[in-house]
Structure formats: structure tokens, C-alpha cells
């Protein structure tokens, strides 16, 4: 599996970026995708992820921000982030595995990067 994550760009506090991630056609179904993020000089964390029923998560620094979405037909996931702020700040990485709850995703995109400041 592929996947190319676009959509990063710099913006100011409060405002709002779509990200992207185009995955393979083949392996596009039955797959949980995530987004991850990674700020300089912190871990990679989970931001979202969207089973393949549908199922959402979410942690909680973007709960109400932030959503998961796909469009199946595309083989496209998206993050829609609203009321961004300067902590949002990060490479944000697309991800997929057969299992949501997996330690070690198994496929991942290079990255896009998002920054807010004002």
C-alpha cells in the first residue's frame, strides 16, 4: 500500500486546513486509517482514526476540531482541522493497518507539514 498525504500549509491561530491522504486502490478496503502528528523534539501521537466500519477516534487535544472522513470512491482520506492552534503544530503522517488498535502501524505516507503561528 501507497499513501501520499497533501494539504499542509502554514496558518494562524483559529484557522483551518484540510489534509489529504490518497492510498492505493488494491488495499484501499478493509483497512483502519489514522492520522499521527509529530512536533520537533516530541513523540509521534495519534490524532484520529477511522475503521472500516466507519468507527471514529479521536484524542481528546482534538476533539470538536478536528475530523475524520473518507471518500471510498477516491481511496482518499481526509483530517479537516478547525480552530487550529499553535500546539497543532507538527508533520502529520497518514496511516494504515488491518487493526485499529495496532502498537506499530504497518503502512505509513511521508508526511505533510502543518504550522500555526501567528
Known amino acids: 500500500i501507497q499513501l501520499v498525504e497533501s494539504g499542509g500549509d502554514s496558518v494562524q491561530p483559529g484557522g483551518s486546513l484540510r489534509l489529504s491522504c490518497k492510498a492505493s486502490?488494491?488495499?484501499?478496503?478493509?483497512?483502519?486509517m489514522g492520522w499521527f502528528r509529530q512536533a520537533p523534539g516530541k513523540e509521534r501521537e495519534e490524532v484520529a482514526h477511522?475503521?472500516?466500519?466507519?468507527?471514529?477516534y479521536y484524542a481528546d487535544s482534538v476533539k470538536g476540531r478536528f475530523t475524520i472522513s473518507q471518500e471510498n470512491r477516491k481511496n482518499t482520506l481526509y483530517l479537516e482541522m478547525n480552530n487550529l492552534k499553535v500546539e497543532d503544530t507538527a508533520t502529520y503522517f497518514c496511516?494504515?493497518?488491518?487493526?485499529?488498535?495496532?502498537?506499530?502501524?504497518?503502512?505509513w505516507g511521508q508526511g505533510t507539514q502543518v504550522t500555526v503561528s501567528s
Open positions: 496511516a494504515a493497518d488491518l487493526d485499529c488498535s495496532s502498537e506499530s502501524w504497518y503502512h
Open positions: 477511522i475503521d472500516s466500519d466507519g468507527s471514529t
Open positions: 486502490a488494491y488495499t484501499y478496503s478493509g483497512y483502519c
